[in-house]
C-alpha cells in the first residue's frame, strides 16, 4: 500500500525557517503531481502549493508566495516544502498530498492520497 509520510515539523520562532519532507513509498508517485495542504485550529483544509510531475511548474496560495518553496527529489522518492519568514498565521498541521494527473490543482479533492500531517507552530 502507498504511503505518504510527512516529517520536519516543529516549534520555531517568528522569521524562522523550516523545512518539511514527504517521502513516497511508491515509485507510482513519482510520475504524478504533489501537493502541501495546511489546516489550523478551527478552520478548513488550505492549499499551500503544489508541484508537476516533472517538478517544472509549481503554484503557490498568495499567503506563502515568495517564502515558500516546494521541490521534488526523484531518487529519493521524497518532496520537500521549505518554508522562510514564517508567521505565527502559518501554524497548522501540515499534509502533503498525491494526485497520479500530472499537474496538481489547488482543491483537496484532486489528491488521492494523503500524508498524516506534521504540526508547524511558530511563536511571536
Known amino acids: 500500500q502507498v504511503q505518504l509520510v510527512e516529517s520536519g515539523g516543529g516549534l520555531v520562532q517568528a522569521g524562522d525557517s523550516l523545512r518539511l519532507s514527504c517521502a513516497a513509498s511508491?515509485?507510482?508517485?513519482?510520475?504524478?503531481?504533489m501537493a502541501w495542504f495546511r489546516q489550523a485550529p478551527g478552520k478548513e483544509r488550505e492549499f499551500v502549493g503544489t508541484?508537476?510531475?516533472?517538478?517544472?511548474?509549481?503554484v503557490y496560495a498568495e499567503s506563502v508566495k515568495g517564502r515558500f518553496t516546494i521541490s521534488r527529489d526523484y531518487a529519493k522518492n521524497t518532496v520537500y516544502l521549505q518554508m522562510s519568514s514564517l508567521k505565527p498565521e502559518d501554524t497548522a498541521v501540515y499534509y502533503c498530498?498525491?494526485?497520479?494527473?500530472?499537474?496538481?490543482?489547488?482543491?483537496?479533492?484532486?489528491?488521492?492520497?494523503w500524508g498524516q500531517g506534521t504540526q508547524v507552530t511558530v511563536a511571536s
Open positions: 508541484i508537476s510531475f516533472n517538478g517544472v511548474t509549481t
Open positions: 511508491d515509485r507510482t508517485f513519482r510520475s504524478g503531481a
Open positions: 498530498a498525491a494526485t497520479p494527473a500530472a499537474y496538481g490543482t489547488s482543491t483537496w479533492n484532486t489528491y488521492t492520497l
